[in-house]
């Protein structure tokens, strides 16, 4: 199965609901073409934020991969990243090329009509929980407590909502947090989200420390992105000082580097994501650092349907994989996308069972959803 083309699509749709930071959405997917007409289609998280440098980084991939036998994602994404290892170990290239071998791997999925999770060796899970995502901090408390209790009567496992990322407000926040856990009832889980990538002025240990004791009293699942993501020996301090588990990891974008993190003891909880960290490959990689680690992995999902369904499978496969992330935002590619639905049982997700990553990419989507430049968002 030869590869004749590799293109980039950028899409917009409507995003959010009323509340939302923002209500539309900019993402970008890379289609591998090959000789026997079957057409691979990854995605890129790159898209949400910069969508329009993916289509240059695609076209330097390009001419690595016309020609070559597109049933050897691994050679493929290694050929690939010798190409930018001066200039892009790590980062945007990263991110780019993820959606590139995301979408092999979907190409060889439909040439052997088989899910992902079989070529990765199997499934190791009947079923995984699923935990809703979403409490993004521009809801106003009522839209913030009648999602939570949307969650609850949808049977959710979990619950995921954000802190204000850039704004230190101990005593508001365990309000919030509050009110979301008398929503949810005690028996659900509920993590939060403190998105300290997006601060320029990131919080301190000692302030984590104080907001972690106002969050007490309801019951954290985990605490993610507390620290900026620069360094993981904060992360490690923070450890050793709270019995919350700790979670990070979503913007990592090399093994390599997820492997130095776990080595320096960051994580409880990792969150590795194949459209971000390089591809299925060294996404692989991150989750058997992190069980070779004792570290659990709860895979980051945040993006449409090839995101989605790229971190399901794999997430199949890794022991210790413990729950799994479904956006409740208001993407409509999170479903349009998909080949067949996802197949939930009180509020755990089974195994999908379409080829490949189980997505398509129709022509009627692509005009249904056109590209409006100025589309892509900071805060994801």
Same mark, same amino acid.
């Given at each position: 199965?030869?590869?004749?083309?590799?293109?980039?699509?950028?899409?917009?749709?409507?995003?959010?609901?009323?509340?939302?930071?923002?209500?539309? /959405?900019?993402?970008? &997917?890379?289609? @591998?073409?090959?000789?026997? !007409?079957?057409v691979g289609v990854g995605e890129t998280y790159a898209g949400v934020y910069v969508?329009?440098?993916? *289509?240059?980084?695609?076209?330097?991939?390009?001419?690595?991969?016309?020609?070559? %036998?597109?049933?050897?994602?691994?050679?493929?994404?290694? %050929?690939?990243?010798?190409?930018?290892?001066?200039?892009?170990?790590?980062?945007?290239?990263?991110?780019?090329?993820? !959606?590139?071998?995301?979408?092999?791997?979907? #190409?060889?999925?439909?040439?052997?009509?088989?899910?992902?999770?079989?070529?990765?060796?199997?499934?190791?899970? %009947?079923?995984?929980?699923?935990?809703?995502?979403?409490?993004?901090?521009?809801?106003?408390?009522?839209?913030?407590?009648?999602?939570? $209790?949307?969650?609850? $009567?949808?049977?959710?496992?979990?619950?995921?909502?954000?802190?204000?990322? @850039?704004?230190?407000?101990?005593?508001?926040? #365990? *309000?919030?947090?509050?009110?979301?856990?008398?929503?949810?009832?005690?028996?659900?889980?509920?993590?939060? +989200? $403190?998105?300290?990538?997006?601060?320029?002025?990131?919080?301190?240990?000692?302030?984590?420390?104080?907001?972690? +004791?106002?969050?007490?009293?309801?019951?954290?699942?985990?605490?993610? *992105?507390?620290?900026?993501?620069?360094?993981? #020996?904060?992360?490690?301090?923070?450890?050793?000082?709270?019995?919350?588990?700790?979670?990070?990891?979503?913007?990592?974008?090399?093994?390599?580097?997820?492997?130095?993190?776990? /080595?320096?003891?960051? &994580?409880?909880?990792?969150?590795?994501?194949?459209?971000?960290?390089?591809?299925? !490959?060294?996404?692989?990689?991150?989750?058997?650092?992190?069980?070779?680690?004792? @570290?659990?992995?709860?895979?980051?999902?945040?993006?449409?349907?090839?995101?989605?369904?790229?971190?399901?499978?794999?997430?199949?496969?890794?022991?210790?994989?413990?729950?799994?992330?479904r956006p409740v935002m208001g993407n409509p590619l999170e479903t349009e996308m998909?080949?067949?639905?996802?197949?939930?049982?009180?509020?755990? @997700?089974?195994?999908?069972?379409?080829?490949?990553?189980?997505?398509?990419?129709? +022509? %009627?989507?692509?005009?249904?959803?056109?590209?409006?430049?100025?589309?892509?968002?900071?805060?994801?």
């Amino acid at each position: 199965m030869e590869i004749t083309d590799v293109r980039t699509v950028l899409l917009t749709t409507p995003y959010g609901i009323e509340g939302t930071h923002t209500r539309r /959405r900019s993402a970008a &997917f890379i289609e @591998v073409e090959t000789d026997e !007409g079957i057409v691979g289609v990854g995605e890129t998280y790159a898209g949400v934020y910069v969508p329009e440098l993916v *289509e240059g980084i695609v076209a330097l991939y390009r001419d690595v991969l016309i020609g070559r %036998d597109a049933t050897s994602p691994i050679r493929l994404y290694r %050929d690939c990243y010798w190409v930018t290892g001066y200039c892009g170990r790590t980062g945007l290239t990263v991110m780019v090329l993820a !959606g590139i071998e995301c979408a092999l791997w979907d #190409a060889l999925g439909k040439f052997r009509n088989a899910p992902l999770h079989e070529l990765l060796g199997g499934a190791v899970h %009947d079923r995984l929980p699923l935990y809703a995502s979403g409490g993004v901090p521009t809801l106003n408390r009522d839209q913030l407590v009648a999602q939570a $209790a949307q969650v609850r $009567a949808d049977g959710y496992r979990g619950f995921k909502m954000r802190a204000n990322p @850039v704004t230190y407000q101990p005593e508001n926040e #365990a *309000e919030r947090v509050g009110l979301v856990r008398e929503a949810l009832g005690p028996d659900i889980l509920l993590a939060v +989200d $403190a998105v300290q990538n997006l601060n320029t002025q990131p919080w301190s240990v000692k302030q984590v420390l104080h907001l972690l +004791d106002a969050l007490a009293p309801h019951d954290l699942a985990w605490a993610e *992105e507390f620290l900026p993501p620069f360094d993981p #020996a904060p992360y490690a301090e923070l450890r050793a000082m709270t019995s919350v588990p700790i979670s990070g990891g979503e913007g990592i974008t090399t093994a390599a580097v997820f492997e130095q993190w776990l /080595r320096a003891g960051a &994580f409880d909880i990792a969150q590795p994501d194949p459209t971000i960290v390089g591809g299925i !490959g060294e996404a692989r990689r991150a989750c058997e650092a992190a069980d070779a680690h004792h @570290v659990k992995v709860a895979m980051h999902v945040w993006g449409a349907a090839p995101t989605l369904t790229a971190n399901y499978h794999l997430g199949f496969t890794q022991p210790n994989c413990v729950m799994l992330e479904r956006p409740v935002m208001g993407n409509p590619l999170e479903t349009e996308m998909l080949a067949e639905p996802l197949q939930i049982v009180d509020g755990y @997700v089974l195994p999908p069972r379409a080829p490949g990553l189980g997505v398509e990419l129709t +022509d %009627d989507l692509k005009a249904k959803y056109p590209y409006e430049p100025g589309s892509a968002s900071m805060f994801g």
